[in-house]
């Protein structure tokens, strides 16, 4: 297939207020523009990926402003540009997902129609299309599984928030509260093979409401040490994204179109299978393989597949040694 060389991205998530008190608009959009630019500044070679559900408020004026900054990077890096990608999980089909912004459906296409990628969260297990089709638990549930979604995939949770829980779930403070306390579903596993153990920051942006809020202080999550204010101090907390950057400029280095197309020809095997391979895969699936292919070919020009498949596979016999001995210990 016609497969091509791809970089690792880092990946900026999204939270928010829908009704942002418009004095606050700009204020949000010029400080998530500052997160795009930083991390563009210090991590040169690598795309970024937003994930929003662009809903009203926050998830469209971080789409927006990252739209502006894909345009801008487009003149001096067309090649990483290329690929900053705006991703959107929303949490119901979409004509459903409509009902709830009647007066700015078309802002919500047009910003769909530049998505690299949209789909809406499975119905959760035990819910129906009809139980989620008015407002209620069962909508909130699907709001809760796009925010969970987002918590869990990227690499920094932008909150645009006035700080104040309303007990509301799928709502900010549930989605920062998963982001900071799950940690058994909030792994950054998305990037695992790269990672070393490391904190999921959160970067407030501090913004008032269009109307009051009836919360209290978000008090466990406010005193958090992964809860940041700053670009700065997000950034910081994320030395191992440098860890990206390198590959992504060894792959520019030396993964030569030679060595790529190799490389996929031997993962893929024979030209018959290549072609079923391309006429079925996904999205998806295309950007897993051009990453496998794109990692096996430093890997083959560094010498070091080989090495690396050992340590893999002693590993997972270790592994399965822990546990059929726990399971042994457990269950005689």
């Known amino acids: 297939p016609d497969l091509r060389v791809r970089p690792l ?26 997160l795009f630019d930083s991390i563009s500044d210090r991590y040169p070679s690598t795309p970024i990926r937003l994930l929003s559900s662009l809903a009203e408020g926050s998830d469209r004026i971080a789409a927006k402003a990252f739209l502006a900054f894909r345009d801008n ?60 089709s008015s407002d209620g638990p069962a909508r909130n549930a699907q709001y809760q599984d796009a925010s969970r979604y987002i918590a869990s995939h990227c690499d920094i949770l932008v909150a645009m928030w006035d700080g ?8 900010t403070s549930d989605t920062v509260r998963i982001r900071l306390l799950d940690e058994d579903r909030v792994s950054r596993s998305h990037l695992a093979p790269l990672m070393r153990p490391s904190a999921n920051p959160v970067l407030h942006i501090t913004i008032g409401r269009s109307r009051p809020s009836a919360g209290t202080p978000a008090a466990d999550i406010l005193a958090h040490p992964h809860y ?45 299978l290549a072609a079923r391979v391309e006429s079925r895969m996904s999205r998806p699936q295309r950007i897993c393989l051009e990453l496998f292919v794109t990692a096996d070919a430093l890997a083959v020009f560094f010498g070091r597949r080989w090495r690396l498949m050992t340590y893999v596979i002693y590993g997972l016999g270790l592994r399965s040694e822990e546990h059929t001995s726990e399971l042994q210990s457990r269950f005689g």
């Open 9 to 34: 991205p880092i990946t900026i998530g999204v939270t928010g207020h829908i009704d942002i008190d418009p004095a606050d608009e700009s204020l949000a959009e010029r400080e998530v523009r500052r």
């Open 73 to 132: 990077l487009e003149g001096s890096r067309p090649e990483v540009a290329r690929l900053c990608e705006l991703i959107a999980p929303i949490p119901l089909p979409e004509r459903l997902y409509e009902t709830d912004f009647p007066q700015s459906v078309q802002e919500f296409r047009r910003l769909l129609g530049c998505a690299a990628e949209a789909f809406p969260l499975p119905v959760r297990h035990g819910l129906s299309l009809e139980k989620i």
């Open 164 to 171: 104040m829980d309303v007990g509301k779930t799928g709502g």
């Open 228 to 272: 940041c204010t700053s670009t700065q101090g997000a950034l910081d907390l994320l030395d191992d994204l440098r860890a990206i950057d390198d590959f992504n400029i060894s792959v520019a280095s030396f993964v030569s179109p030679e060595l790529f197309k190799r490389q996929a020809s031997y993962a893929i095997g024979n030209p018959q």
